[in-house]
């Protein structure tokens, strides 16, 4: 049936109001007009400032108040004290009707300070009901025997965004969070494979069914268009996929004409003896001719965690130690890169996620490792480039040294 052009034209009025409207509720699927959408990008603290050293907490925050009423929060998470503007945004989420779940490591419940003030993760339960904030049990992680390590924030929709996943090496605490410490974490926005398999996992944490061979169950690593994911824990006497990735590094070899060397470089928070596949790997490279340099935080009491430092020096490696007596901020994140020839193919590779290079962090705790393939219109050559520049900055702040600019953004 024809319309007249009046008529056709308040049926548009209507319609663009309608739209509108939608978008500032924050309809699922739409933008909201209050900042758009999320997008996939990566966030470092910076802990030589007050204001960096909250980029991870400040941003997991803004996703939450994000969160669309009838959408989904999932978090799983090893320590959770403090973060209290978290917390907050959490409760207030809930109460406009998004389905906040946590589950957390028995820890989350441990008081900190004089005051012994409740954790944010009693803040949170105490007010949204302890049906919906659980914790593993006492004396094991939710899957594996020992700790649930993992930090990661799904969002069904946030901010008009659909499935967007966090990983990220900090937890919800002054140590090993929010403060002085190194710290990175990666947004997926629209990452439909990797939240379903994140999800998935979460799944099984709140379960909490030991299983000693999860990294096998969910079938090594889950690929997506984003990234792959590792799952852990791993069974004992088999292979480890952080040296088995190492022993694919040619480290001498020709691209376009010239000799060229690849280059890897390690953080993590703690590296101890019983890893002897990844010593032994990043070792060979070293000697033969790889550049190697690895940042680590080690305890001096520790044995089994400073023998690793002269094993790694004597075969070549750069080690950069960030422990109590060497540097005001100490080394959280727990990453991995390579730039060179990784089996027949020269390229760059980025790893990041929850696990130490520890006997725990492969075999007993419930951990994620997550390999970045792509953010947004970012390929492997630019995420690559971003955590390197992360890195130098570590470096020189750890030497003495100017901070490189820019901040890696």
Known sequence: MLRSKGHRRGLAVMLAAVTAAGAVAGLPGTASAAGGGVKSHIVFNNPLTPKGAKNIENRITKLVKGARPGSKIR???????????????LIAASRRGVDVRIVADKYSLQRWGPDYAPTGLERVRDAIGGDKVITCPQTRACIGEKLNHTKFFLFSNTRGTRNVVVQTSQNLNATGGTGTDWNDAVVLANA????????????????RKPFANYWKKRGGEVTSSEGNVQFFPKARQTHDPVARTLREVKCVYTHKGKQRKSHIRITTGKFNDKRREVISALSSLARKGCNVEVMLTVDPADGGRTSVVG?????????????????????????????????????KWVWTGSANLTWGSLHQDDEAILQIKRLGNLGPAKIHAKYACNFARAKAQFQGRPIPKPNCK
Do not use: E
Not at 196 to 205: G, K, M, P, T, V
């Open 75 to 89: 978090i799983s998470v090893f320590r959770f004290s403090n973060a209290y503007g978290i917390a907050d945004a």
């Open 192 to 207: 439909t494979g990797t939240y379903n398999a994140y999800n998935r996992y979460f799944n099984d944490l709140w379960a």
């Open 311 to 347: 094993a790694l020096r004597g075969a070549g490696v750069k080690v950069y130690d960030f422990g109590a007596y060497t540097s005001p901020n100490i080394m959280h994140s727990k990453y991995t890169l390579i730039s060179g020839q990784r089996g027949t193919k020269v390229g």
